[in-house]
């Protein structure tokens, strides 16, 4: 039987890693019932008093605010509402994000102010305790008024519309449509009641599950870019001085001292680093580097804080408050919190990339007793010389995304939508950037790789050398030119998988 992570009150983002990497079962837990259940009988009971207009419950949407609907049409209203508002199109999005998405959805409704019944919601939690995924698309979503074509795509099913991944016996995900798998299941599809519809796609869960994959990434890959940094420090025979604590306490953000400290940590007890240099400085991609990555830390901490926020917040309209005796329609959909911050990430992590390129570029222009390209035998053999273009092609398209999306906006819905915060284009184009970075990451170590052992016999730090004897058994020393493209996915993956301690 698989472990459970019962939904609370809040959510932590290392929680979210916990659920996804140990693939943890969800339950809702009996306060959480009990707040669903309370909330949804506040609203029926508001509902039975009288035929007042409440927006998005008993009258039409967005622009169509002030068409009230007869009471025996309000289930209709709600199907409608999925069925019109699933207009996704582009690429599909990622499993796990989608299994994200359905988690943020199940959390943002536990919280007990949306008026949903708790059946809906516990039949999310059984697409997610299932692995049925259902099929959502990249585009389609302006990031106000919550994320209504991706979310409507993800809600699909528990009317028995739209489509699912479903996983074959061969462990691979295939589409099938939603209702064979609800027959399947032995689920009859959801009727849904009044307000339920407009609950479940107003929100920001397809920008806040991006947000929470590419966070767990990032993190990931924080601590990896200083890990390879390190890497190339030694590999490029530099000095440590720049790393320091007493140069980083009189400029002292935290981002930079943390990231000097990791430095110094991974290169703690390097032959390398401890002999005598020749060069009185080295190029700034190596000796600012806590100045670098330390700023994209501080960003990071910034999205964190946003992220953390928004992974535990309420984001439907209107919204229900049985203890004040009201219900406030109001704009806590709007994504600009978001979208903000997923754009200064985007700028901050791709400086990440952007300073590795630059050390790859130097470990391989035959400086400091490294031979060009780090082949042995330049000329016949090109060696490292194309990865290099790879990356910097990689950069300069990260540069190009990099555009904030947060600046634009454009009107929808009759004018009624009049700002937008396009905070989904903002989320698709960080992960994007964070699959680009990763990449250009594991470039620069298969070069600080080559490159150290080009500094034989002396050795570079504990972790470094037994994190190198590993990786060799994976993408063995170049010494005559191969197939690259194997070696860079392999490294790829490679860093995906591996776990800095």
């Known amino acids: 039987m698989k472990p459970v992570f019962y939904i609370s009150n809040e959510l932590d983002l290392s929680q979210i ?175 849904l009641q009044s307000k339920e519809g407009l609950a479940l796609i107003n929100g920001t869960q397809f920008m806040s599950a991006i947000g929470a994959y590419v966070w767990i990434k990032s993190k990931h890959l924080i601590q990896w870019s200083h890990f390879i940094a390190a890497n190339s420090l030694d590999a490029f025979d530099c000095r440590t001085e720049p790393f320091h604590p007493a140069l980083h306490q009189i400029r002292p953000h935290a981002g930079q001292i943390q990231s000097a400290q990791l430095i110094n940590d991974f290169l703690a007890g390097s032959e390398i680093s401890l002999q005598t240099k020749k060069q009185v400085q080295d190029p700034y991609s190596f000796r600012c580097i806590p100045q670098v990555h330390g700023a994209s830390l501080d960003a990071f901490s910034y999205f964190s804080n946003v992220m953390s926020t928004e992974v535990n917040a309420v984001t439907d309209n209107p919204n229900i408050f049985p203890a004040l005796d009201t219900i406030i329609s109001g704009g806590n959909f709007h994504g600009q919190p978001l979208a903000l911050a997923f754009d200064f990430w985007a700028i901050a992590l791709a400086e990440l990339g952007n300073i590795s390129e630059r050390r790859t570029y130097q470990l391989i222009s035959g400086s400091r007793e490294l031979p060009p390209f780090l082949t042995e035998n330049p000329g016949l053999n090109s060696g490292f010389m194309i990865p290099q273009y790879t990356a910097a092609s990689i950069v300069s398209q990260n540069k190009q995304l990099c555009t904030p999306a947060s600046v634009d906006s454009i009107v929808s819905s009759n004018g009624q939508e009049d700002h937008v915060s396009m905070g989904a284009n903002a989320a698709t184009k960080l992960l994007k950037i964070c699959k680009n970075v990763e990449t250009i990451l594991a470039i620069e170590y298969m070069n600080a790789a080559q490159a150290l052992e080009f500094r034989r016999p002396l ?38 998988k591996k776990e800095l301690v």
Not at 124 to 133: E, Y
Not at 472 to 483: E, G, H, Q, S
Request: glycine share 8%.
């Open 459 to 496: 050795k570079s730090a504990n972790l470094i050398e037994s994190t190198l004897e590993a990786y060799r058994k994976i993408v063995p020393r170049l010494i005559n030119d191969r197939y690259l493209h194997t070696d860079i996915m392999n490294t790829i993956d490679f860093i995906s």
């Open 17 to 191: 890693k916990n659920i996804m990497h140990d693939n943890l079962q969800i339950e809702l837990s009996s306060q959480v019932k009990a707040n669903i259940k309370h909330c949804r009988a506040y609203l029926d009971k508001k509902m039975s008093e009288g035929n007042a207009a409440i927006y998005g419950i008993n009258t039409g949407f967005g622009s169509l605010c002030n068409t009230v609907v007869a009471p025996h049409e309000l289930s209709t209203l709600q199907e409608n509402l999925l069925l019109s508002h699933a207009c996704g199109t582009g690429d599909t999005i990622d499993y796990p994000i989608v299994k994200i998405m359905l988690l943020l959805k199940v959390q943002s409704l536990a919280l007990g102010s949306s008026g949903v019944a708790l059946e809906t919601v516990e039949r999310l939690v059984d697409f997610f305790n299932a692995d049925l995924l259902p099929v959502v698309y990249e585009q389609g979503s302006l990031g106000a008024s919550g994320d209504l074509a991706p979310l409507a795509h993800l809600c699909l099913p528990l009317i028995g519309a739209g489509m699912f991944w479903v996983k074959n016996q061969n462990g691979q995900y295939e589409q099938q449509p939603a209702a064979e798998v609800l027959k399947k299941f032995g689920w009859e599809p959801i009727q």
